[in-house]
């Protein structure tokens, strides 16, 4: 089965960096499981909230400069947070990265916070400078 993003996850990429929105619409082509977009560019005051919550660990996120998108897996109409869904969305996008030559990260892959729905672009390719 192919999925389409909807209207809503179309809306929360705006201001996200151009090469991230598009490995975002590449790789929902290709993904075997379904997913919406969560979050994309964020406020300072919004990634406050989400750090004494604890729900992210810095204040210096990609999410701030739109180099950042958090992606949750759509089953039966609902997000659910199941880890495996995570790894298959990640192939997805990992594929999607290498179809179009565009490097990606995957928060799945942190060791002290791992963070399945997170992908951003690299510090090193996309410095702030690149928004």
Partial sequence: ?????????CQRLQGVHCHLVQIVQHAITLTSTDFTVL???????????LF???????????????????????????????????????DAVKAASIELGIPIEWGGDWKSFPDGPHF?????EYPVEDS
């Fill in 1 to 9: 089965m192919t999925y389409k993003l909807g209207n809503r996850s």
């Fill in 39 to 49: 979050e994309g560019l964020r406020t300072h005051e919004r990634q406050r909230v």
């Fill in 52 to 90: 004494k919550k604890g729900a992210t660990k810095t204040m210096n996120s990609r999410h701030l400069t739109g180099h950042a998108v958090d992606l949750g897996a759509w089953v039966s109409g609902e997000v659910r947070w199941d880890w495996p869904l995570y790894y298959r969305i990640a």
């Fill in 120 to 124: 951003q672009l690299p510090w090193a």
